[in-house]
């Protein structure tokens, strides 16, 4: 089945969809006609699919990856300034980079519709934090919808936008990991095929469109009667939902409705609690609160942070309400403040409330396995041609005698942290390995110092082309290396302003990192192979060389496809990668290759010498530059197809 | 508990183990089953410990409680062991016979048999497949997880839920071309299941 052909299934069917592309199809069924996004997990996949259903639209919807997050939600407020019905998506970092446009869409409004999507990742699964952004909706004054559970993301999605379009104001659609990367059946309804086509107008009326302080004032007030008017009307949104009649009430926010309504059948306490399910926890709608507080005693159930629970206490002030509210706030705290809920932390909670006897389950009795186990974390993929660049990068520094600080960035050469390589000592944000490298190369002192900023080539697009014109401006003395792999690798491998392709997969122009680095005024750039050891290393020495000597910033641009998008390239036009073996008459057991190097595929044998694991290997023939003893070999002769594939393959 | 099957699905990243999970549940709703398949995307792709949560029937929360699950298919020895206390008393483990050593520089690596141990003091029972070597012979690495999922049915762990027809619908719909393979390696699974 082509990827994600399950976004335009028939209407009228029940279609097994991940969260994430349920959110995609609602905003199909609800009209959507622009589409901008910066990929990120676990958001990305609500693009993916909507690009192909575009695709297969001829065009419809408009769908673009934009270069960060910041011009994502600006090029979605434009078009809905024209009257268009516009989304951007991001992960909930993202919404950190594009806050500016945010906060002022609330004051602007929209013409057309506008929703962002923010995919939270509690726990942080693939993330550098874990924030909640309902938080964004109280600051930014914008009103937050949350799908009850990936069972109703579809239908919460196709909801925002309707809504969105009758006031007129932007609303911010929340998930978080479960939501998005859950697969549940959908029932899917029909796509207005013809109203997906972007057609906009504009006239003049600065008054309206321009944030100038004098007219800002104007905004600023319509926006809080606009929030009131939202705090009553919204009580009404569909997903809303009170369910029993018991004395004590579970206010369920987003997804927390689904662990509580499970954990109230599996306590059995259907007759002693009413569940509040809400999919607008911001602002907390008032007649629902006033509801609530018509309880005497309620917990909160929320995935996150204790928004609606803040609300609700607020609130009960407020009102003189003299109501027990418990959460995860107060020293009876009955939700842990940081993780995933879980069924068994909500079933737990519920127990206390109502004075229960825990379910012996929830106790978790867990037994210690009686055997040590290693960690397993991810790691470079065998083949990935920053293995070879990393490893010739730690022999460039041992050369030169160098003490480097490696200034780290978002991405799979993030994995360069783990031993052998650790060549990431800070990681900070997106763009930051320049930013803050640049900072850490005008204040470190001592002999052998010098900052080397790793980066990727989606992440040098978002954010680290600004942040390189800062460090030639101010002279920072400091090496960039652009690892340029033609994809965003880690987020699934979309295109980005580097590849030649947008994402409907037209061809569109390809801008070159090194080309960047030029116009921006670095003197001294170099491109290597990053499959090659040798050429790695030797343009890394000069370039190493010229920063020392220079005090002056340089960049060596390290390219190499992605292994994954290689493989699949390969298979794709039946060219069939070699599998290498150890020769164990030349391996020494010297152990360079697993010790040193650590692909994957290679292991300890028994008697210490190496061997390749097949079903692991990818072909990429670093292992035998890494081989002071010429051990490693072919199973066959290495196809010239595939030494050119593995160079330069890029997503389709 | 209310009529549902849980199942922990587990590996490396990389041996398709989200592909497995996707299979169970379009073979559930071939059959009027709901179903919840709770997977974590990003970092874990690149061969790190994965883990697929997977709810049939009346369910509402993503998340298979610790202590919850009815099976636990794993398609490597340490991370079946990393996960075991998902499973609750008496449950199945179905288990892929192929250890895959964290590579990480000395990094020291428990043995096959004293993984094994962990498992039946834990297990109620154990069905172990040589699915990775299976799919090897069959010529191509990335069905090793069928070969597996072959090995589940046979053992009935989700009888009462799904049946092997769906199993095989589920696998044409989803590779309409690439079909044969994937129900070889179905097959293989649970007649290397009916023999263990
Ligand atoms: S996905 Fe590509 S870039 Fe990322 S670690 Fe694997 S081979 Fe390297
Ligand atoms: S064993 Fe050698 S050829 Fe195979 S993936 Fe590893 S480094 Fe590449």
């Known amino acids: ?652 | 508990m209310a009529r549902a099957l849980n199942l922990v699905v587990t590996g490396v990243g990389g041996q398709g183990l989200i592909t497995l999970s996707s299979i169970v549940a379009r073979a559930a709703l071939r059959r009027g089953v709901d179903a919840l398949v709770a997977e974590t995307h990003g970092l874990s792709q690149r061969g790190g410990t994965v883990i697929v949560h997977v709810r049939l029937g009346d369910v509402d929360a993503p998340l298979v409680p610790p202590g919850g699950a009815d099976a636990i298919l794993a398609m490597e020895l340490i991370e079946a062991v990393r996960y075991l206390g998902y499973l609750r008393p008496g449950g199945t483990v179905v288990l892929n016979d192929y250890l895959v050593p964290p590579p990480l520089p000395g990094i020291e690596t428990p043995s096959a048999s004293s993984l094994l141990d962990a498992i039946r003091r834990r297990a109620g029972r154990i069905v172990i497949v040589p699915a990775t070597r299976k799919a090897l012979e069959l010529g191509d690495a990335r069905v090793a997880n069928m070969v597996l999922l072959g090995a589940a049915l046979e053992a009935g762990v989700f009888n009462g839920f799904i049946d092997a027809a769906a199993v095989e619908e589920a696998i044409r719909e989803s590779w309409p071309k690439a079909a044969e393979v994937n129900l070889a390696a179905l097959r293989a699974g649970r007649a290397l299941a009916k023999s263990s």
């Not at chain 1, 930014?140 to 969105?164: I, M, N, R, W």
């Not at chain 1, 600080?405 to 390995?433: H, K, N, R, T």
């Not at chain 1, 292992?623 to 003893?629: K, R």
Request: proline share 8%.
């Open chain 1, 1 to 652: 089945m082509p990827r994600y052909s399950e976004v335009l299934a028939p209407a009228g069917g029940k279609v097994l969809m991940l969260g994430n592309v349920a959110i995609a199809r609602g905003f199909l069924e609800a009209g959507v006609q622009f589409v901008a996004a910066y990929p990120g997990t676990p958001s990305t996949e609500v693009v993916e699919a909507l690009a192909a259903a575009a695709r297969r639209l001829g065009g419809r919807p408009y769908v673009e990856w934009s270069v960060n997050e910041k011009v994502a939600l600006e090029a979605a407020l434009g078009a809905a300034i024209t009257g268009v019905r516009a989304v951007a998506v991001m992960k909930h970092v993202g919404l950190n980079v594009a806050a500016d446009p945010f906060f002022s869409s609330a004051y602007l409004g929209v013409e057309g519709a506008l929703v962002v999507v923010s995919a939270d990742d509690p726990w942080m699964w693939s993330s550098q934090n874990e924030q909640d952004n309902r938080w964004y909706g109280l600051h930014a004054y914008v009103p937050v919808v949350e799908p009850t559970g990936p069972q109703d993301a579809k239908e919460a999605a196709k909801l925002a936008l309707e809504y969105s379009a009758r006031y007129k104001r932007p609303f911010l659609l929340r998930s978080t990991t479960r939501i998005s990367h859950t697969r549940v059946p959908v029932e899917t309804g029909a796509i207005p095929v013809e109203e997906l086509e972007p057609r906009g107008d504009f006239s003049k009326n600065p008054a309206r469109w321009t944030l100038i302080p004098q007219y800002a004032r104007m905004h600023r007030l319509e926006l809080l009667e606009a929030w009131d008017r939202l705090r009553r009307e919204l009580a009404g949104f569909p997903l809303n939902r009170v369910e029993g009649s018991g004395p004590v009430a579970v206010v369920a926010p987003g997804l927390g409705y689904r662990y509580a309504r499970e954990a109230v059948k599996l306590l059995g306490a259907e007759d002693e609690v009413t569940i509040y399910a809400v999919a607008t926890p911001v602002p907390l709608p008032e007649p629902l609160a006033e509801k609530i507080l018509s309880h005497d005693m309620v917990l909160v159930v929320e995935e996150g942070d204790p928004i609606v629970e803040i609300q609700l206490k607020t609130m009960a002030v407020e009102v003189d309400a003299r109501t027990r509210i418990l959460g995860k706030r107060g020293a009876q705290g009955l939700l842990p403040r940081h993780g995933e809920l879980g069924l068994e932390k909500v079933a737990a909670a519920l127990a206390k409330v109502l004075g229960r006897e825990l379910p012996a389950w929830t106790r978790g009795e867990r037994r210690e396995p009686g055997v040590k186990l290693p960690p397993r974390p991810p790691v470079l993929c065998a083949g990935c041609p920053y293995r070879s660049f990393f490893y010739a990068l730690r022999r460039a520094a041992n050369k030169l005698r160098l003490r480097p600080v490696y200034s780290g960035d978002i991405g799979c050469y993030s994995l360069g942290i783990l031993p052998p390589f650790e060549v990431q000592d800070i990681i900070v944000d997106m763009g930051a390995s320049i930013g803050s490298g640049s900072g850490m190369a005008h204040t470190l002192t001592g002999g052998g110092r010098v900052v080397v900023a790793i980066i990727g080539d989606s992440t040098f697009y978002h954010s680290g082309v600004t942040a390189l014109m800062n460090a030639v401006y101010n002279q920072s003395p400091l090496l960039v290396v652009v690892l340029d792999n033609h994809t965003t690798a880690m987020t699934g491998h979309q295109p980005h302003p580097g590849v030649g392709v947008d994402a409907e997969g037209r061809a569109a122009p390809e801008i070159r990192v090194e080309e960047v680095a030029r116009g921006i005024g670095v003197e001294k750039i170099l491109v290597s192979d990053a499959f090659d050891i040798r050429d790695s290393e030797a343009k890394l020495i000069e370039a190493l060389r010229y920063t020392i000597e220079t005090r002056k910033p340089a960049v060596v641009v390290a390219r190499g496809a992605c292994i994954l998008v290689a493989l699949q390239q390969a298979r794709r036009r039946g060219i069939k990668p070699p599998t290498y073996y150890v020769d164990p008459e030349k391996c020494t057991a010297c152990g360079i290759c697993y010790k040193a190097f650590n692909c994957p595929a290679i292991q300890r044998g028994e008697d210490g010498k190496a061997v390749i694991d097949p079903a692991l290997c990818t072909g990429c023939a670093e292992c035998v530059q890494v081989c002071p003893f010429d051990a490693f070999k072919p199973s066959q002769e290495p196809p010239e197809e595939w030494t050119v594939i593995m160079r330069t393959a890029k997503p389709a």
